[in-house]
């Protein structure tokens, strides 16, 4: 099957659309990459999500929770309508350049807008981008909403990543763990053990929006943080967080870590750029590297918009020193891709009626087969039945 899988993490600047050929072969999951496009989203709806998902009050670093963004209903159904025409436009691009027309599915996790985590625990999700723009743009049925089912079986509804880091590393030598650097960072042990370390690029791509007064969106090759020092005091504020001393599996998001989150820690009271963009590396990397060692990891393999920023993987390589960090293309899923390809294996398990979650990974009841289906132009026809979940997932050259 020709599977189109559709990303927009909590950066929320582009839709990524991974194409890959997905087949069973008894209890194996092989899966050949076509390649990704990646489509940005134009400044007035990147603009709009920015208003949007921005707090009006800002929770004190020792919160523990976010604020709810004060959106409009008319904002809401509006924003919902440009994302999934976004995501309806990236899924045509991929069929048309990654599979040459010839797209079965769509799995699209839309644009995460709000997780409502208290503690350990959610109590909701939203994604915006409905499937319907899809559906009918691309002619495709469209597997989407995969969060909702695990948030709704008592999970945590992230990291959905989990299953397929699972599947994907299982039989590698040592105790392997998958870690990812979007907005925020999140691990992956081989026992099952997942859950957000804490802010990944969220907070370091905050701070440039402000010290730039929007003109920036993020330190590039992070120069900016490579030229300053870190702020002992404000790290340790930062580090005394509560999220970081909770129990997997938890998780997190911009409802906490955003620009006034570090107005209130008093970030932007007269420390210097580079010094407060140092300080944000620093955190990343520590508690990241808090979270690995706390899993007993002997070999990390990462993936994510983060690792290319060399400032940030050099702080956490040093941290995590003798247990190598290697990126993830060098087992054939490129850093960039890793997340659209993981919700493209999610569809796939979906049509075929197969679980997408791993209860230790999520904290639910039981595994879920995750999603809604939309049907395409001429409906959709499920696989013949009798297919089982897979043990383990192979990337074909």
Not at 302 to 325: C, F
Not at 339 to 349: D, I, K, P
Not at 370 to 394: I, K, N
Request: net charge neutral; proline share 7%.
């Amino acid at each position: 099957m020709r599977v189109i899988g559709l990303m927009s993490g909590t950066s929320y600047d582009a839709v990524d659309a991974a194409a890959a050929v997905l087949r069973l072969d008894g209890d194996t999951l092989l899966l050949r990459p076509l390649g990704m496009v990646s489509t940005p989203y134009d400044d007035g709806l990147r603009a709009a999500l920015t208003r949007a998902l921005s707090p009006a009050a800002a929770p004190a670093p020792a919160s523990g929770q976010g604020c709810p963004p004060l959106a409009s209903l008319a904002e809401v159904c509006r924003l919902d309508t440009g994302i999934g025409r976004a995501f309806a436009a990236a899924a045509v691009r991929a069929d048309r350049e990654l599979c040459g027309g010839q797209a079965e599915l769509v799995a699209s996790h839309g644009q995460t807008v709000y997780h409502w985590a208290e503690g350990n625990r959610v109590h909701g999700t939203l994604q915006l981008g409905r499937p319907a723009w899809i559906a009918e743009a691309s002619g495709l049925p469209v597997v989407a909403d995969f969060r909702a089912r695990d948030v709704a079986a008592g999970g945590q509804g992230a990291p959905l990543v989990s299953l397929v880091d699972l599947l994907w590393l299982r039989g590698r030598p040592g105790r392997v763990v998958a870690l990812n650097i979007g907005g925020v960072a999140n691990v992956t042990a081989p026992d099952g053990t997942a859950f957000d370390t804490g802010p990944g690029c969220a907070l370091l791509d905050a701070a440039v929006r402000e010290f730039s007064g929007g003109r920036a969106a993020y330190d590039v090759d992070g120069a900016l943080a490579g030229r300053g020092r870190p702020v002992r005091r404000l790290l340790d504020r930062l580090l005394a967080d509560p999220y970081y001393a909770l129990a997997p599996p938890k998780t997190t998001g911009k409802e906490v870590f955003h620009a006034g989150y570090l107005r209130t820690a008093g970030l932007f009271d007269g420390i210097r750029p580079e010094d407060a963009l140092a300080t944000l590396a620093q955190l990343t990397a520590r508690t990241i590297a808090d979270a690995v060692r706390s899993v007993g990891a002997t070999e990390v393999i990462a993936s994510g918009g983060g690792v290319r920023n060399p400032v940030l993987t050099g702080m956490l390589r040093e941290r995590l020193a003798p247990v190598p960090v290697r990126v993830s293309d060098a087992l054939g899923l490129p850093a960039a891709a890793k997340e659209a390809y993981a919700f493209a294996v999610l569809g796939f398990l979906t049509v075929h009626g197969l679980p997408g979650t791993d209860p230790r990974s999520t904290g639910a009841r039981h595994p879920s087969v995750l999603g809604s289906l939309t049907p395409g132009r001429d409906g959709f026809r499920l696989p013949p039945a009798g297919a089982c979940a897979p043990a383990r997932m192979v990337v074909e050259g």
